[in-house]
């Protein structure tokens, strides 16, 4: 039982292509990768697979950095493969997300190439180029978000100007300001909505509008990456005719957009009046949230309150290619089992990081297999399929593998009905089977110290979680049924009111 739209009661699978399954024996993940691994998504019961990017791309940013929208770059196949896999995840009721990166091209983008050639370019004014400052240096303090510690601006020899890169020199920023920009990426999306695609995550949208003097960021600020703090209003216009044309095209479509913000993290705002993107990224007020009751209490409630008065649909994410795994991050399985519980069942759209429901760990990389300029390959660890040699992948992986990769392969953990795969997939089904915990209300219950205790209520449908945050069992008097245990036990009896260490269940309530 789904209730629409599919983007706020459904659950979207994120897949960083580069890892999750080589085919072609070059070491790097591929959509026939993808393809074959269709029937396992669908298997696990997520609703929509969200693919990082895959377009056209030198790699300095593995994909992040594009030189072509509207084409498939080589490494990861080719259109007609991408239409094939298109077409057989829907066939299986799966939507398809793509990662669309606006803020940025890569510097081998022929629109840069163009802009670059002269000041008088007709292109010129599609990037941000500006003049030195007096004593020739950056035109101001901005810094990049990578590698650490640098200017976001690059000096240009052949035509004596600075031009901006709120991330790597390969990554200059657009100027969104320049109506003709905007007009050749809404291009994009419509090449990408016309052949079937339901919806976009947004890279860095709120860098998109620039404040149009430049000012230098604040002194006890400038350390921090521009790219955090860039918070103007003129994204929001840029926004609403993304939305206007996004919603042009019938079946749902869908914005789930980026926005990291440092210093003022509400990111509501990037809703709009129901007029902006559809779903945001909240992601320090998750990813930071620290193991404890009290502290997963206070985010949610504060969470409802903001996003209530904004008539905003919140999102959760534990992990994603950007951040060690929560996994990592919280030290056990058995946490990482009942933040599942967490991300399966408070209000919102769970976003779920291929290779989270195996419990994979970072992979500890060493120096001289270190590739990511933002030092972030940990989390990009491949995905061990099987227990063969290379794990059912056709060539040496470019990453090392994550720890305990025989232990952890998808198919060890899908004949094993205890394993923490298995506890996504009921949860997942769980979650599917219950209006509740999709969309329903969210009331906080009375419990003992270091348990958060939610009910989540739809009509007549009821689901009340009980999350254990310490690492001693407790009494919780509760009554129901045991839907979903994290630790597997007791599915299917009464609940007997006792909690083992970081564990959490999901109890259909008695009357
Ligand atoms: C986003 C992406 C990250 C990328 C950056 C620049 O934060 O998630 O992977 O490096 O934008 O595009």
Same mark, same amino acid.
Request: charged share 25%; glycine share 8%; aromatic share 10%.
């Given at each position: 039982?789904?209730?629409?739209?599919?983007?706020?009661?459904?659950?979207?699978?994120?897949?960083?292509?580069?890892?999750?399954?080589?085919?072609?024996?070059?070491?790097?993940?591929?959509l026939e990768?993808i393809r074959r691994?269709l029937?396992?998504?669908?298997?696990?019961?997520?609703?929509?697979?969200?693919?990082?990017?895959?377009?056209?791309?030198?790699?300095?940013?593995?994909?992040?950095?594009?030189?072509?929208?509207?084409?498939v770059?080589?490494?990861?196949g080719s259109l007609d493969e991408l239409d094939r896999l298109v077409a057989e995840a829907h066939a299986?009721?799966?939507?398809?997300?793509?990662?669309?990166?606006?803020?940025?091209?890569?510097?081998?983008?022929?629109?840069?190439?163009?802009?670059?050639?002269?000041?008088?370019?007709?292109?010129?004014?599609?990037?941000?180029?500006?003049?030195?400052?007096?004593?020739?240096?950056?035109?101001?303090? @901005?810094?990049?978000?990578?590698?650490?510690?640098?200017?976001?601006? #690059?000096?240009?020899?052949?035509?004596?100007?600075?031009?901006?890169?709120?991330?790597?020199?390969?990554?200059?920023?657009?100027?969104?300001?320049?109506?003709?920009?905007?007009?050749?990426?809404? =291009?994009?999306?419509?090449?990408?909505?016309?052949r079937g695609?339901?919806?976009?995550?947004?890279?860095?949208?709120?860098?998109?509008?620039?404040?149009?003097?430049?000012?230098?960021?604040?002194?006890?600020?400038?350390?921090?990456?521009?790219?955090?703090?860039?918070?103007?209003?003129? #994204?929001?216009?840029?926004?609403?005719?993304?939305?206007?044309?996004?919603?042009?095209?019938?079946?749902?479509?869908?914005?789930?957009?980026?926005?990291?913000?440092?210093?003022?993290?509400?990111? #509501?705002?990037?809703?709009?009046?129901?007029?902006?993107?559809?779903?945001?990224?909240?992601?320090?007020?998750?990813?930071?949230?620290?193991?404890?009751?009290?502290?997963?209490?206070?985010?949610? =409630?504060?969470?409802?309150?903001?996003?209530?008065?904004?008539?905003?649909?919140?999102?959760?994410?534990?992990?994603?290619?950007?951040?060690?795994?929560?996994?990592?991050?919280?030290?056990?399985?058995?946490?990482?089992?009942?933040?599942?519980?967490?991300?399966?069942?408070?209000?919102?759209?769970?976003?779920?990081?291929?290779? =989270?429901?195996?419990?994979?760990?970072?992979?500890?990389?060493?120096?001289?297999?270190?590739?990511?300029?933002?030092?972030?390959?940990?989390?990009?660890?491949?995905?061990?399929?099987?227990?063969?040699?290379?794990?059912?992948?056709?060539?040496?992986? @470019?990453?090392?593998?994550?720890?305990?990769?025989?232990?952890?392969?998808?198919?060890?953990?899908?004949?094993?009905?205890?394993?923490?795969?298995?506890?996504?997939?009921?949860?997942?089904?769980?979650?599917?089977?219950?209006?509740?915990?999709?969309?329903?209300?969210?009331?906080?219950?009375?419990?003992?110290?270091?348990?958060?205790?939610?009910?989540?209520?739809?009509?007549?449908?009821?689901?009340?979680?009980?999350?254990?945050?310490?690492?001693?069992?407790?009494?919780?008097?509760?009554?129901?049924?045991?839907?979903?245990?994290?630790?597997?036990?007791?599915?299917?009896?009464?609940?007997?009111?006792?909690?083992?260490?970081?564990?959490?269940?999901?109890?259909?309530?008695?009357?």
């Amino acid at each position: 039982m789904r209730v629409d739209p599919w983007w706020r009661s459904g659950v979207i699978y994120q897949i960083y292509p580069r890892s999750f399954l080589d085919t072609s024996g070059d070491g790097v993940g591929d959509l026939e990768g993808i393809r074959r691994r269709l029937d396992y998504l669908a298997w696990l019961g997520v609703d929509a697979l969200w693919l990082s990017p895959i377009f056209r791309s030198p790699m300095a940013d593995f994909g992040y950095d594009v030189s072509d929208y509207c084409d498939v770059d080589p490494l990861f196949g080719s259109l007609d493969e991408l239409d094939r896999l298109v077409a057989e995840a829907h066939a299986r009721d799966l939507r398809m997300v793509l990662d669309w990166v606006p803020n940025h091209t890569s510097d081998r983008h022929p629109w840069f190439l163009e802009s670059r050639q002269s000041r008088s370019s007709a292109k010129r004014g599609w990037y941000v180029w500006r003049d030195p400052a007096p004593e020739r240096g950056p035109p101001n303090n @901005w810094m990049a978000a990578f590698p650490r510690d640098t200017r976001a601006w #690059t000096f240009d020899d052949a035509t004596g100007q600075y031009y901006l890169h709120c991330f790597l020199p390969e990554q200059p920023d657009l100027d969104w300001s320049n109506p003709e920009v905007a007009a050749a990426m809404h =291009e994009v999306l419509r090449f990408w909505l016309d052949r079937g695609i339901d919806g976009f995550r947004v890279d860095v949208v709120h860098c998109l509008g620039k404040d149009p003097a430049l000012p230098d960021d604040p002194p006890d600020l400038a350390a921090i990456p521009h790219s955090a703090l860039n918070d103007q209003p003129a #994204t929001h216009g840029v926004l609403r005719d993304l939305r206007r044309l996004v919603d042009g095209y019938p079946g749902d479509r869908m914005l789930v957009g980026e926005v990291y913000l440092l210093v003022q993290p509400d990111v #509501t705002r990037y809703y709009g009046r129901g007029d902006e993107l559809h779903l945001v990224f909240d992601l320090p007020r998750t990813l930071h949230t620290p193991w404890d009751a009290a502290a997963w209490r206070e985010r949610t =409630e504060t969470v409802q309150t903001a996003y209530a008065a904004a008539g905003a649909w919140p999102t959760l994410v534990l992990s994603n290619h950007d951040t060690p795994r929560h996994r990592t991050r919280l030290g056990s399985e058995a946490r990482a089992r009942a933040a599942a519980v967490l991300l399966l069942t408070l209000p919102g759209t769970p976003f779920l990081y291929a290779g =989270e429901e195996l419990g994979l760990e970072d992979a500890v990389v060493p120096p001289d297999r270190r590739v990511d300029p933002g030092g972030r390959d940990g989390c990009r660890a491949p995905i061990p399929w099987d227990q063969s040699a290379r794990h059912g992948w056709a060539g040496e992986p @470019w990453l090392p593998w994550p720890p305990r990769a025989e232990r952890c392969a998808v198919s060890v953990l899908r004949d094993d009905p205890s394993s923490i795969l298995h506890l996504y997939r009921r949860l997942l089904a769980a979650r599917r089977a219950s209006p509740a915990l999709q969309v329903g209300d969210w009331t906080v219950r009375e419990a003992p110290a270091g348990v958060l205790a939610y009910e989540r209520v739809a009509g007549t449908d009821r689901r009340l979680v009980l999350v254990n945050f310490t690492s001693e069992p407790v009494t919780v008097p509760a009554a129901g049924r045991v839907a979903v245990a994290s630790d597997g036990g007791s599915e299917g009896a009464e609940f007997r009111g006792e909690l083992v260490a970081d564990a959490a269940v999901v109890l259909v309530p008695g009357r």
